[in-house]
């Protein structure tokens, strides 16, 4: 039998500089020390840190105002691709692009959107041959049976294998990640 393998927590936020790692839009950390994006259209940031093949991805954030959703670029099998909350007007969750096809039309859209000015506690469990997104507790959708050859992104985020966050038409504040 193999010894388990030590849990370790990484504080991602502490490994963003806006400088630098801002691929669109203005984004600044706030006087509380969160990561905060403006209403930029697809505004997004690079979080220069590689998973591992498995692993959680923890993420607290508030939603200041808009109609769309807030993204996490994820990786799986050293492929980037998204998970993105209250998508399509606040109407849906989903994970892009997936066998080709965008969140509105492949099987992971789900109807789940998100409460503007609420905290949102997100977790994304990716595994070896799967995917799934819980929000506020619950889960919300899910990409099962997959090695991540069908999974892509439209997001360029200066570089493969990295994780990233993003918002679509309105400012986001992200609290933990």
Excluded at 49 to 76: I, R, W
Excluded at 119 to 130: D, G
């Amino acid at each position: 039998n193999a010894a388990p393998v030590p849990l370790c927590t990484v504080d991602l936020l502490a490994l963003i500089d806006p400088a630098k790692d801002a691929v669109v839009g203005d984004w600044k950390f706030n006087e509380k020390g969160e990561l905060a994006s403006d209403k930029t259209q697809g505004a997004r940031i690079r979080i220069p840190y590689q998973p591992p093949a498995e692993y959680d991805l923890l993420v607290s954030f508030t939603k200041l105002s808009g109609t769309n959703g807030v993204t996490q670029v994820l990786v799986g099998g050293g492929r980037q691709f998204n998970l993105t909350y209250g998508g399509y007007g606040n109407s849906h969750s989903y994970f892009e692009t997936v066998d080709g096809m965008a969140g509105g039309d492949n099987p992971t859209r789900k109807p789940k959107g998100l409460t503007t000015l609420k905290r949102h506690e997100s977790r994304v469990e990716v595994r070896k041959n799967s995917a799934r997104a819980y929000l506020d507790g619950a889960l919300v959708t899910e990409l099962l049976q997959t090695d991540f050859k069908n999974v892509d992104t439209w997001w360029d985020m200066k570089g493969p294998g990295v994780l990233g966050l993003g918002s679509w038409d309105g400012p986001t504040a992200f609290h933990k990640v």
